[in-house]
């Protein structure tokens, strides 16, 4: 385990938090757009630049710290499972093996 993946575990999960709720406050926004507001007018156009610029920051942290998730399950994948690993006796002895 390295230990900058607790770090950037952390910057990843308030990144989507916050990216949640970026996208539930643009559906309140596109929702409350004039009916005339589509793709392509001023209104709309206006209203999504400002929802995307109040999310490069957090989609930067994604793209800065994202492939912390691919070393995780790399590392994990490449770790013998405890399930696999022998079990020492019950009662703490190591048995000998006679030949």
Same mark, same amino acid.
């Given at each position: 385990m390295q230990n900058?993946? $607790?770090?950037?575990?952390g910057v990843l999960h308030a990144a989507l938090d916050r990216l949640d709720a970026l996208h539930e406050q643009w559906l309140r926004t596109r929702d409350g757009l004039p009916a005339d507001a589509r793709p392509g +007018?001023?209104?709309f156009d206006d209203a999504l630049?400002? &929802?995307h610029a109040e999310s490069w920051n957090y989609?930067?942290?994604w793209a800065t710290h $994202? &492939?912390?998730l691919r070393d995780i399950n790399s590392a994990a994948r490449h770790t013998a499972s405890p399930r696999h690993r022998p079990q020492p006796p019950a009662n703490g002895r +190591? +048995?000998?093996v006679r030949r």
């Open positions: 900058r993946w $607790g770090y950037q575990l +007018t001023p209104v630049a400002e &929802h989609l930067d942290d $994202g &492939h912390a +190591t +048995t000998s």
